[in-house]
T-cell receptor, first 112, second 113 residues
C-alpha cells in the first residue's frame, strides 16, 4: 500500500520564477492538503482540495494556487517566487469524513 | 489561532517519562498529535476528539480537556526512538473532520541513553 508521494524531492529556483510541486495521495484517499514548513516551525496550512475543488484556504497570497486531478493527485503552484518561500512543502492526504491526515516526505524548495 | 505548546524542549534519559502540553485560545473540537524526526515528514500519532476517550498507543497516550481547551501527550518509559519534534494540530473548522490543521511550534524531545 503506497503512502503519500511527492515530487521532486529538492528544487532550487531563482527569485521571480514559478514552481510546480506534485503530490499523489495514499491509496483510497480523496482529499489533499498542502502545508508550508519553514525551518524550526510547525507546518502552516496553505489549502485543501476535495473533488477537484479548493475546499479550504489558509492565510497565503494568491501567488499560491493548486489543482486536484480526477485521480485525486494534486499540484501546488507558486508564482513570482520570493526568498521567503524557501521551505519544506508537505502534502497530506486523508479520506473525506476522516480526521486522520498522512504526510508525504515533502519537497524542499530553495529560492535564491 | 496557533495552539501553544509547552515545554519548547526537553531532554530525558532513556526510561524517563515526559508530558507535552498543547493549549488553545479557542474551543477545541479535536487535537491531532504528530512526531517529526529531523529531515523526515511528520508521522501521525493519534487524534483526540471532543467527547472522546483518552487514547493510547503503546507507551504513548494523550488526554483532551475540553473545559481547559488543552491536550496533553504522555510518553512513558521513553525510548531512544521517541526523540524528535512533537506537534499538536487543531482543526481549523468546527468539526472533527479532515479540515486543514493549525499546528503549534513544536516540542523538541531528546532522549539520551
Amino acid at each position: 500500500d503506497a503512502g503519500v508521494t511527492q515530487s521532486p524531492t529538492h528544487l532550487i529556483k531563482t527569485r521571480g520564477q514559478q514552481v510546480t510541486l506534485r503530490c499523489s495521495p495514499k491509496s483510497g484517499h480523496d482529499t489533499v492538503s498542502w502545508y508550508q514548513q519553514a525551518l524550526g516551525q510547525g507546518p502552516q496550512f496553505i489549502f485543501q482540495y476535495y473533488e477537484e475543488e479548493e475546499r479550504q484556504r489558509g492565510n497565503f497570497p494568491d501567488r499560491f494556487s493548486g489543482h486536484q486531478f480526477p485521480n485525486y493527485s494534486s499540484e501546488l503552484n507558486v508564482n513570482a517566487l520570493l526568498l521567503g518561500d524557501s521551505a519544506l512543502y508537505l502534502c497530506a492526504s486523508s479520506l473525506a469524513g476522516s480526521s486522520e491526515q498522512y504526510f508525504g516526505p515533502g519537497t524542499r524548495l530553495t529560492v535564491t | 489561532q496557533q495552539p501553544v505548546q509547552s515545554p519548547q524542549a526537553v531532554i530525558l534519559r532513556e526510561g524517563e517519562d515526559a508530558v507535552i502540553n498543547c493549549s488553545s485560545s479557542k474551543a477545541l473540537y479535536s487535537v491531532h498529535w504528530y512526531r517529526q524526526k529531523h529531515g523526515e515528514a511528520p508521522v501521525f500519532l493519534m487524534i483526540l476528539l471532543k467527547g472522546g476517550e483518552q487514547k493510547g498507543h503503546e507507551k504513548i497516550s494523550a488526554s483532551f480537556n475540553e473545559k481547559k481547551q488543552q491536550s496533553s501527550l504522555y510518553l512513558t518509559a521513553s525510548q531512544l526512538s521517541y526523540s524528535g519534534t512533537y506537534f499538536c494540530g487543531i482543526n481549523r473548522g468546527s468539526g472533527g473532520g479532515a479540515d486543514g490543521l493549525t499546528f503549534g511550534k513544536g516540542t523538541h524531545l531528546i532522549i539520551q541513553p
